[in-house]
C-alpha cells in the first residue's frame, strides 16, 4: 500500500495509536474512529491517504496488530520500551461505576522518545513524539501542518518541546489540579471559594499547595458570570483575578499530595471516560490584562513575527462550543473546556496558543541569578514547612511569592542551607535543618556555579552526532534529540545575544573552571571548561562542553559564565566503545575510528553508566555504536574490518603487501600480513600472558568444546598463546586443533584449552577475524608441490623473513599470489620463479645443481620442433623470461618473438570461436599439446603432463618453461597450424661455476642472480649443449654476457668476484 501523505498519516497514526493505547481490550475500527471524531471533529480520512479501509490503514501503522477480538476485528497496540509502562497502568485500573477519589501525582514523568532519523542539531525533526499516560490521562500536541492540538486547558502539551529554560510559574499547583464538569453540582458560595457556571457545568481548580504566603491575601470574592473565562490578570494577586470559572478551595497543611473529588458526568461520552486531560509538569500560563482579549494579544504576536493572521475554526457541540487556531505551524484548541459561545471558546483558545508562544520563547518571568538570593528565599520558605515541602511545590511557591523561577539546578544551590532527602517515587523533600543557637548558615557557598551533568535519555537507542575520538574509551559528542538540540541552539542564541553587549573586560583564566569563549570564525560563543593555561603563550587549551572537542583560544576570547548559562548542563556526552577498552593505546584503531567517527551520527545502543571511566566533568557511558538510518552497519565489525581483517588485503587493486610465510604443508602457503591489525593481534595477546599469569584463577577449561568456538592454547615450543579451535575429536579427551593466525595443526588435550570469557579482552579476542591467510603460489604447479617441494620453500623461506606479495588471481578457492623478496640493492626477486624452475627435487649433475628431469610417463606424443640454437661457441640474443638460480634459467630467442606473438594472436582468435568437442577428463591424453587457457584469459600451448583429478590436470607451458594446474574445461586441442613455430622456452644454466659453499644456491645468491639477469635482454654464449628426456626442450650451458653498457659484462665473472659461485675447470 502507498501512502500519498506520509506526514499527515504519522499525525493519524498517532492519534489512533492513542485512542487504542488508553483500552484495556482492543477496538474495533468502528470504535476507533468514533472516538477519534470525538477529539477531532472528523471521520478518519483513511481514503484520502489511499487506504480503501480503515482496517487496511491500521495494519500500516507501527507498533499495532489487527485482531479478533469477540468475533470482530479489531485494533490492538503493541507495548514499546516507551509505552510499557502506561499500558501497566492501564491495565491496571478498575472499571467502576462510579469514580473514587484519587491522588493525583504532581508530574508524571514520561520517558522520552526519539526519532528513528535524527534531525541535525538544532533542527526540528518531522517525527511525531507522542507520550501518553494512561486510560484516564491523555495529551498529545503536534507541532507542524495539519497536527493536533493539546487537550488541556490553556496550555499546549508537547513532549517534543524540550525545557530551554527554567519553568514558568504556573497559576494553580499541577499537584492536585483536575478539571472535573457535572451539570448537576451547584456552585458553592462562599469568601474562599469561586465558581463560573457554563451551561449548567462547574469547573473546579485546587489553589497550590503552599500553606503559608509573606504577602496578605486579596479579596476572594465571587466575580460577575460575565467575566470572560480566558481573561487572566497582568498582576499575579489571586487566583480569582488569574483565572475565571475557578474554584478554590481553602489551603490544607501536609501531606504534600492532595486527593481530588472528580464527580462523574452523566453525560460523559465513551472518549471521555478513558481520556482525561492531566497537567504537563512545565505548564505556563500568560498573565495578561482582563480588557485585553487574548485573540488581539495573538493577533499582535503573528504580526511582529511576520506570521500569517490566526485562522480560527469553531465546532458546536451538544453541550456547546470547541474552538481551535492554527498559528504558523502549530495548532491549538479550547478542548476539553466547553462554553456557551464561540467568542469564549475562541478566546480560550487564543489563550493556548499565547501560553504555547510563552513556552516556546521564554517570555513570561525573569529567572533569579543572583545565588545568596536563592539560598536566603529557599530558606525562609522551607522554614515555614517544618513537616517539610516537596521541590515541585516550593518551586511553584517561589512563583507565586516572588514573581520569579528558579533555575533548573536551584537544589544544587541550596543543598548546604535545608536538608534534601529522596522520598517515594524519586521525589525530592526539602526541609528546615537542625539547628544549633547559631542558626543556619544561608551564607552563599565560595565555589562558582558549575553546569551539571546532563541526564541521558531512557530510551534503549538514541542518536549522537560525534565531535573528537581520543580513544576507543573517550568519544565525545552530543544527542540528537528535540529535547536536547533544540536547548544548545537556543543557548548559543542567548549567549551570543548577552556577550555581544558585554562589555566587561577579560577575565583571568584558571584551569578546571569554567568560561564563555567567543570563536570568530563561526562569530558564536561557547561554553568551556579549561583544561590548561600557558601564560607564557597567553592562551588556554580548553574543552567544549556542549560538543566534547578540544581547543587552544587566546585570553582575550575568555569571558566569565554567568550563572544563567550554567542552568542547562554540559550536553558533550563521552562513549566508551564497549569491548575495545582494552585498545584505547592503539593509534592505528583510534585513526580508523576518527575517519569512522568524526562529525558523523551514530546510533547509540545499548548504553549504561561506565564508572570505570567516569570522570565529573561529564557523563560517561559504556555502549554499541552503530552507523546509518535504514541498514544499522554494527561499528564492531567495521572496525574489525579496517583495522584487522587481511581478506580485504587479497585483491587485486592492492600493490605489494608485506607478509611473512608462517606455515607451508602440502599444496598450500599460509601467510600472515605485517599490517596494524597483526601488530593489535599480539599485543592483546601479549596482555594476555600477563593477566594469566598475574592471575591464574582466569584459566577455565571448557565442559563441553565446540568447533564454532575460539580458544585459546599455549605452546609447549615456546610458551607463547595462541588462538585455536577445535577441528576433530579422537576421543572424549584428544582432539585436533588448528591455530586459527598461524594455520597449523596438532593434537591437544581438553585441558590443554581455556575459555576466553573470563579473560578481559576476551570479546575483541572472540570476534577478531583469523590472521592466517591460505594461498596458492604463481607458476607453481600443484602436481610437483610434494614433501620435498616444502622442504625447499622452507629453506628459502624462514617464518622471520619478509616478503611482499602481489595477488595474481582472486577468482579462485584459493587466492594465487606471487612473492618477491627484496635485495640488498632494492630489487624485487621472485620466490616463485626459484620453485617454477625446479618443479621436482631430484639428483643433481655433477655440478651440484638440480636438473630437471620428468619422467616416462610425461612423454609428448605430438612434438614440437626444437628451437634453432647456435652450435657451441656460437651466439645468440635472448630474453630471460625465468630465473630460479645460476643453475637453472628460462630463455628465449628474440629472433623469433615477433613470430611468437603473431602466433599467440591467432591462437586467441581461433580458440575464442572454437566449436568443436570439449576436451574431458575422458579424452584427456598425457603428453599430448593443447591450448591451455589461463588467468589473463590468453591461450597458451601447453603440454598436458598429469591429471590431478577429475577436474585438475597438470600442464607445461612449451613457451614459457613454467608449470601450472589448470581446470581441464580450459583446454582445447591444439589446431595443426600452430605446430609450425618451434618451442620457445629453453632450459639453461650458467656453464663453468659452482655454488660456493658446494651445495645449494643460496637465497641471496639467487636474488642476486635474478636481480641481474631476470627480464633482460642478453647476448648467450653457447659453452655445452644437452638434450633433454623431453623431446622438443633444450638445455644448454651458456655464458651470460650484458652488453647494454659500453663494456659487455659477464654474469658468471661477477658472481665469482662477489664470492657467490667458484669457478669449474
Not at 584449552?753 to 575483541?764: E, H
Amino acid at each position: 500500500m502507498v501512502v500519498t501523505n506520509k506526514d499527515e498519516f504519522a499525525n493519524w497514526a498517532s492519534i489512533i495509536r492513542s485512542c487504542a493505547l488508553t483500552s484495556k481490550t482492543p477496538l474495533t475500527f468502528a470504535e476507533i474512529n468514533r472516538d477519534v471524531k470525538m477529539l477531532e471533529g472528523k471521520d478518519i480520512p483513511f481514503q484520502s491517504l489511499g487506504f480503501r479501509t480503515l482496517e487496511d490503514m491500521c495494519r500500516e501503522i507501527k507498533n499495532a496488530q489487527v485482531v479478533t477480538h469477540m468475533g470482530k476485528r479489531a485494533l490492538r497496540v503493541m507495548a514499546t520500551a516507551e509505552t510499557a509502562h502506561i499500558m501497566d497502568m492501564v491495565s491496571k485500573q478498575k472499571s467502576k461505576k462510579k469514580k473514587p477519589l484519587r491522588t493525583i501525582p504532581q508530574r508524571f514523568h514520561r520517558p522520552p522518545l526519539m526519532s528513528r532519523r535524527p534531525p541535525g542539531v538544532g533542527q526540528r525533526s518531522n517525527a511525531p513524539y507522542n507520550s501518553y499516560t494512561n486510560r484516564n490521562n491523555y495529551g498529545f500536541n503536534k507541532n507542524y501542518n495539519n497536527s493536533y492540538q493539546s487537550r488541556s486547558q490553556s496550555v499546549s502539551i508537547s513532549r517534543n518541546e524540550p525545557h530551554k529554560h527554567p519553568p514558568k510559574f504556573q497559576p494553580f499547583s499541577s499537584l492536585g489540579n483536575q478539571i472535573s464538569q457535572n451539570s448537576h453540582q451547584p456552585a458553592l458560595k462562599s469568601s474562599t471559594t469561586t465558581s463560573t457556571s457554563t451551561q449548567g457545568k462547574s469547573v473546579h481548580f485546587s489553589p497550590p499547595l503552599s500553606a503559608k504566603s509573606t504577602k496578605s491575601e486579596p479579596d476572594k470574592s465571587a466575580v460577575p458570570a460575565s467575566t470572560s473565562v480566558a481573561a487572566l490578570p497582568s498582576k499575579i494577586s489571586s487566583i480569582q483575578q488569574r483565572l475565571n470559572a475557578v474554584k478554590v478551595s481553602a489551603p490544607t497543611p501536609s501531606p504534600p499530595l492532595m486527593q481530588v473529588s472528580v464527580p462523574e458526568s452523566t453525560t460523559q461520552s465513551p472518549v471521555q471516560q478513558r481520556l482525561q486531560v492531566v497537567k504537563e509538569k512545565s505548564s505556563y500560563s500568560l498573565y495578561l490584562d482582563d480588557k485585553i482579549d487574548p485573540r488581539l494579544r495573538l493577533a499582535k504576536y503573528c504580526e511582529s513575527k511576520n506570521l500569517k493572521a490566526p485562522v480560527y475554526n469553531d465546532r458546536n457541540t451538544s453541550t456547546g462550543f470547541l474552538a481551535s487556531v492554527a498559528v504558523g505551524s502549530s495548532k491549538h484548541s479550547s478542548y476539553p473546556l466547553e462554553t456557551k459561545s464561540v467568542e469564549e471558546a475562541q478566546k480560550l483558545a487564543a489563550q493556548a496558543a499565547l501560553n504555547a508562544v510563552l513556552k516556546k520563547n521564554d517570555d513570561a518571568l525573569a529567572v533569579t541569578s543572583d545565588r545568596s538570593l536563592i539560598i536566603s528565599r529557599i530558606a525562609d520558605m522551607v522554614d515555614n514547612h517544618p513537616s517539610g515541602v516537596f521541590e515541585h511545590c516550593l518551586s511553584e511557591e517561589y512563583c507565586q511569592k516572588y514573581y520569579e523561577t528558579l533555575p533548573t539546578n536551584w537544589v544544587k544551590l541550596v543543598e548546604q542551607a535545608v536538608a534534601v532527602d529522596v522520598g517515594a517515587n524519586n521525589m525530592i523533600i526539602l526541609s528546615p535543618q537542625n539547628r544549633n543557637n547559631t542558626g543556619v548558615n544561608r551564607q552563599p557557598i565560595s565555589r562558582s556555579i558549575h553546569p551539571g551533568l546532563l541526564e541521558l535519555p531512557s530510551s534503549e537507542e538514541f542518536y549522537v552526532h560525534i565531535y573528537a575520538v581520543y580513544d576507543t574509551t573517550y568519544i565525545s559528542g552530543v544527542i540528537i534529540d528535540e529535547e536536547y538540540s533544540d536547548q544548545i541552539v537556543t543557548l548559543g542564541e542567548d549567549m551570543k545575544l548577552y556577550y555581544d553587549q558585554d562589555k566587561i573586560a577579560p577575565v583571568t583564566v584558571i584551569p578546571n573552571e569554567y568560561y564563555a569563549v567567543y570563536e570568530a570564525e563561526a562569530e558564536t560563543w561557547h561554553r568551556v571548561r579549561c583544561l590548561e593555561s600557558n601564560p607564557d603563550k597567553n592562551s588556554a587549551t580548553i574543552f567544549f562542553i556542549d560538543r566534547g572537542d578540544k581547543d587552544e583560544f587566546p585570553y582575550s576570547r575568555f569571558r566569565t559564565l554567568t550563572s544563567k548559562f550554567c542552568d542547562l548542563p554540559g550536553q558533550a556526552v563521552r562513549i566508551v566503545l564497549k569491548g575495545f577498552e582494552n585498545l584505547a593505546d592503539c593509534k592505528v584503531t583510534t585513526d580508523v575510528l576518527e575517519d569512522l567517527l568524526v562529525e558523523k551520527d551514530v546510533i547509540v545502543c545499548g548504553a549504561y553508566p561506565c564508572t570505570k571511566f567516569t570522570d565529573k566533568y561529564s557523563q560517561t557511558i559504556s555502549a554499541q555504536l552503530y552507523l546509518g538510518e535504514d541498514e544499522k552497519s554494527d561499528l564492531t565489525i567495521l572496525l574489525h574490518n579496517k583495522i584487522a581483517d587481511p581478506s580485504l588485503l587479497m585483491s587485486l587493486e592492492k600493490t605489494l603487501s608485506q607478509v611473512h610465510i608462517v606455515h607451508v604443508e602440502d599444496k598450500t602457503v599460509f601467510i600472515n600480513f605485517i599490517y596494524s591489525g597483526f601488530t593489535i593481534l599480539e599485543e592483546l595477546m601479549n596482555n594476555i600472558t600477563k593477566e594469566i599469569s598475574n592471575n591464574p584463577a582466569l584459566i577455565v577449561r571448557p565442559t563441553k568444546l565446540k568447533t564454532d568456538e575460539i580458544y585459546i592454547a599455549q605452546s609447549p615450543i615456546d610458551k607463547k598463546w595462541y588462538r585455536v579451535k577445535v577441528t576433530q575429536q579422537f576421543n572424549s579427551d584428544e582432539f585436533e586443533i588448528c591455530c586459527i593466525d598461524v594455520g597449523n595443526k596438532c593434537r591437544a588435550r581438553r585441558n590443554n584449552l581455556i575459555l576466553l570469557d573470563n579473560i578481559s579482552s576476551g570479546f575483541i579476542l572472540k570476534n577478531f577475524p583469523s590472521q592466517a591467510v591460505q594461498c596458492r603460489l604463481h607458476k607453481v604447479s600443484p602436481i610437483d608441490f610434494n614433501n620435498a617441494m616444502v622442504e625447499r620453500l622452507k629453506e628459502l623461506a624462514k617464518p622471520t623473513d619478509k616478503f611482499y606479495m602481489k595477488v595474481v588471481d582472486d577468482r579462485t578457492e584459493l587466492t594465487v599470489v606471487e612473492l618477491y623478496i627484496r635485495t640488498e640493492s632494492n630489487y624485487l626477486a621472485s620466490l616463485n620463479d626459484t620453485l617454477a624452475l625446479e618443479p621436482q627435487i631430484s639428483p643433481r649433475d655433477n655440478n651440484n645443481n638440480p636438473n630437471n628431469r620428468p619422467s616416462k610417463d610425461k612423454m609428448p606424443k605430438s612434438i614440437l620442433k626444437s628451437p634453432e640454437i647456435p652450435k657451441i661457441g656460437g651466439y645468440i640474443d635472448v630474453h630471460v623470461s625465468m630465473a630460479a638460480h645460476p643453475g637453472s634459467f628460462t630463455v628465449q630467442p628474440l629472433d623469433s618473438a615477433v613470430q611468437l606473438q603473431r602466433m599467440m594472436d591467432e591462437l586467441f582468435r581461433v580458440c575464442r570461436s572454437y566449436t568443436g568437442p570439449a576436451v574431458t577428463p575422458f579424452n584427456l591424453e598425457l603428453g599430448t599439446m593443447y591450448a591451455a587457457k589461463c588467468e589473463d584469459n590468453r591461450w597458451y600451448r601447453a603440454y598436458a603432463c598429469k591429471i590431478i583429478s577429475k577436474t585438475m590436470c597438470g600442464v607445461y607451458f612449451c613457451d614459457y618453461g613454467d608449470y601450472r594446474a589448470i581446470d581441464i574445461e580450459r583446454l582445447q586441442p591444439l589446431q595443426d597450424q600452430f605446430y609450425e613455430l618451434p618451442s620457445q622456452a629453453i632450459k639453461a644454466k650458467i656453464h663453468g661455476i659452482m655454488p660456493h659453499l658446494k651445495g645449494d644456491w643460496l637465497v641471496k645468491d639467487a636474488i642476486r642472480f635474478n636481480e641481474l639477469v631476470v627480464s633482460k635482454n642478453l647476448v648467450v654464449l653457447v659453452k655445452s649443449y644437452e638434450e633433454n628426456p623431453i623431446p622438443g626442450q633444450s638445455y644448454i650451458g651458456v655464458e651470460l654476457i650484458d652488453t647494454s653498457t659500453a663494456d659487455d659484462i659477464y654474469i658468471s665473472q661477477i658472481l665469482i668476484q662477489e664470492g657467490r659461485a667458484e669457478k669449474v675447470e
